[in-house]
């Protein structure tokens, strides 16, 4: 996989999305949320693969083992770079999830990778102790959450750029550390809370970046990703 950074393509039609992907004239790794995905269906995947683009469809699963699986083997006819669930649904959830797109996968497909979200970026370590009731640092949370997702098989996690060197450590280099809650240094925060620049995230150890608004809602979007290319370094 190409180290680009992935364009959140947070966008509620694919008339928007389109809009959104003629500005560029490469091809690009595009990540596909529940917003475009829920309003559009699977035919959005169709749409973007036709244009020659790279996805990460972020559907976060979380549900029990069977239903998981399920869904897994449905989404692994889908030529995509990676998948997530969410690693608060266990260890026998991220198997599963495994074992299904292991068996939905058509056998000239490259292989899917498959990655569990930690705790979300949008997560501060006050609001973890006071609404998970987890009495402890969000390093650990998260560090715990990627030893579970490497113990069941998954290729990585999605963390935030602060825990990703700790990650990194523990559980080698090979493991992924896909991190949103990336801005460039004038934008916004928004609804996140562990942000970071691309040039920092490369230098605290993160494998991959996911950037949204700091480009989608950017006055130009090319030039707010020729930024974040630079920065990232890829
Ligand atoms: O799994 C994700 O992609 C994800 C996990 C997480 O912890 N935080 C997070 O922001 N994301 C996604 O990454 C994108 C970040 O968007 P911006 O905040 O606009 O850059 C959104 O599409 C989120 O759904």
């Known amino acids: 996989m190409n180290q680009k950074p992935f364009i959140a393509l947070d966008f509620p039609t694919w008339k928007d999305t389109s809009s959104f992907l003629e500005l560029f004239d490469e091809s690009l790794n595009v990540k596909v949320g529940m917003e475009l995905y829920l309003q559009n269906g699977p035919v959005i995947i169709e749409n973007i693969l036709n244009k020659n683009h790279r996805i990460f469809l972020d559907l976060k699963l979380h549900d029990i083992p069977n239903t998981v699986y399920g869904a897994m083997k449905g989404l692994a ?67 715990h959450y990627a030893s579970l997702a490497k113990q069941s098989g998954l290729d990585g996690v999605v963390c935030s750029p602060h825990e990703a060197m700790l990650i990194k450590e523990h559980c080698g280099e090979d493991f992924l550390r896909v991190t949103p809650g990336i801005r460039l240094s004038d934008d916004e925060k928004g609804d996140q809370q562990r942000i970071t620049t691309p040039e920092k995230a490369r230098e605290m150890g993160a494998s991959l970046i996911v950037v ?4 989608t809602k950017a006055e130009n979007p090319q030039l707010a990703y020729e930024q974040v290319v630079k920065e990232w370094g890829a």
């Open 212 to 215: 949204g608004r700091s480009i």
């Open 77 to 143: 006819q889908y030529d995509l770079e990676l998948l997530n669930v969410h690693a608060a649904g266990g260890k026998a959830m991220m198997e599963k999830a495994l074992e299904g797109l292991d068996a939905g996968r058509p056998a000239n497909h490259n292989c899917t990778k498959l990655i569990a979200v930690t705790q979300l970026t949008s997560t501060s370590e006050k609001q973890m102790r006071d609404e998970q009731l987890i009495a402890r640092s969000i390093n650990d949370s998260v560090l």
